[in-house]
T-cell receptor, first 113, second 111 residues
Framework: NAGVTQTPKFRILKIGQSMTLQCAQD?????MYWYRQDPGMGLKLIYY???????DKGEVPNGYNVSRSTTEDFPLRLELAAPSQTSVYFC????????????FGQGTRLTVV | RKEVEQDPGPFNVPEGATVAFNCTYS??????FFWYRQDCRKEPKLLMS???SGNEDGRFTAQLNRASQYISLLIRDSKLSDSATYLC????????????FGTGTRLTVIP
C-alpha cells in the first residue's frame, strides 16, 4: 500500500515552460487536493476534487489546471510557468466516509528560473 | 476571516520544557479536529486526532473546547526531536472542500 505518490520529486523549469505534476493514490479515496507551500509559509489550496470528473478551485488556482478522470489520479498542470510558482507542491487525499484524516504525498519541489 | 488560525511562533523552548499551542476555528459546523506535524522540507503527517473528551498520546495531550471553538496541543518534557511545525486541521463535513489547515506553529527545542 503506497499511499499517495507524487512525481517528480524535484524539477527546474524555465519561464514560460509547462509541466504536469503527477499524483496517484491507492487508498480508493474520493477526495484529493493540491496544495502549494512557499518557504516559511502555510499550505494554500490550489484545487481539489471530491470524485472522478469533479474538480473545483481552491484559494490560489490561477496559473494551474487539474483533471480527475479516475479515482486514483489527480494531475496538476502548470501552463506558462512563472517565478511566482516556485514552491513545494503537495498532493493529498482523504476519505470523507471514513476517517477524514488527510494523507500527503512527499511533495514536488519546483523552481522556475 | 480564516477558517483556522494559529500563532505562527516561533516557540523556542529548552529541552524538558512544557509547551502549549492553541488554535481557533471559525465554523461551528466543524466536526473533526487534528494536529499534524511537519518537519522541514517534508510533508505534513498526522500527529493525533483531537476528541471532545481530550486525548493523550505519551507526552502529547490534545484538548477541544467546542464552546470557545479552540483546540490545544500540550507537549510535556520536550525533546530535540519535537522541533517541527505543528499544523492545526479542521474538518467541516458539510462542505465540498472539507479540510482546513492552519498556517502552523513553529517549535524549536533547544539543548
Amino acid at each position: 500500500n503506497a499511499g499517495v505518490t507524487q512525481t517528480p520529486k524535484f524539477r527546474i523549469l524555465k519561464i514560460g515552460q509547462s509541466m504536469t505534476l503527477q499524483c496517484a493514490q491507492d487508498m480508493n479515496h474520493n477526495y484529493m487536493y493540491w496544495y502549494r507551500q512557499d518557504p516559511g509559509m502555510g499550505l494554500k489550496l490550489i484545487y481539489y476534487s471530491v470524485g472522478a470528473g469533479i474538480t473545483d478551485k481552491g484559494e490560489v488556482p490561477n496559473g494551474y489546471n487539474v483533471s480527475r478522470s479516475t479515482t486514483e489520479d489527480f494531475p496538476l498542470r502548470l501552463e506558462l510557468a512563472a517565478p511566482s510558482q516556485t514552491s513545494v507542491y503537495f498532493c493529498a487525499s482523504s476519505d470523507p466516509k471514513g476517517s477524514p484524516e488527510a494523507f500527503f504525498g512527499q511533495g514536488t519541489r519546483l523552481t522556475v528560473v | 476571516r480564516k477558517e483556522v488560525e494559529q500563532d505562527p511562533g516561533p516557540f523556542n523552548v529548552p529541552e524538558g520544557a512544557t509547551v502549549a499551542f492553541n488554535c481557533t476555528y471559525s465554523n461551528s459546523a466543524s466536526q473533526s479536529f487534528f494536529w499534524y506535524r511537519q518537519d522541514c522540507r517534508k510533508e505534513p503527517k498526522l500527529l493525533m486526532s483531537v476528541y471532545s473528551s481530550g486525548n493523550e498520546d505519551g507526552r502529547f495531550t490534545a484538548q477541544l473546547n467546542r464552546a470557545s471553538q479552540y483546540i490545544s496541543l500540550l507537549i510535556r518534557d520536550s525533546k530535540l526531536s519535537d522541533s517541527a511545525t505543528y499544523l492545526c486541521v479542521v474538518n467541516i463535513p458539510a462542505g465540498a472542500n472539507n479540510l482546513f489547515f492552519g498556517t502552523g506553529t513553529r517549535l524549536t527545542v533547544i539543548p
